[in-house]
Nanobody, 122 residues
């Protein structure tokens, strides 16, 4: 069973940066795609960024140019580098693994884990 643990969140001022980490166990990121999702208070969970098993990347319009997704096969981990953060980025961030495509719809997953909280202040 694949298990993913997201970490690296925190409180940051608008304009700041954070790097989220996603440690994967039970499989290898070499053959898995990884997606980063978030859920803001009162909003539905959304896909932000994904890297396919083959390495293609996909970004939501709201984060394109500010967020960068990557995988590190040596650490069996994935990362989300977030720059130029804005208050609307405040949310709980989650990572998920998938087998094909460029990031499944959030409804495709049942287990989300705890995620990591990102709070962006003015």
């Amino acid at each position: 069973q694949v298990r993913l643990v997201a970490s690296g969140g925190g409180l940051v001022q608008a304009g700041g940066s954070l790097r989220l980490s996603c440690v994967v166990s039970g499989s290898t990121v070499r053959i898995k795609g990884i997606g980063w999702y978030r859920q803001a208070p009162g909003k539905q969970r959304e896909l932000l960024a994904a890297v396919s098993p083959g390495g293609s990347k996909n970004y939501a319009h709201s984060v394109k140019g500010r967020f960068t997704i990557s995988k590190d096969t040596s650490r069996n981990s994935a990362y989300l580098q977030m720059e130029s953060l804005i208050p609307d980025d405040t949310a709980i961030y989650y990572c998920q693994a998938f087998d094909a495509g460029l990031g499944p719809h959030p409804d495709e997953f049942d287990d989300w884990g705890q995620g990591t909280q990102v709070t962006v202040s003015l």
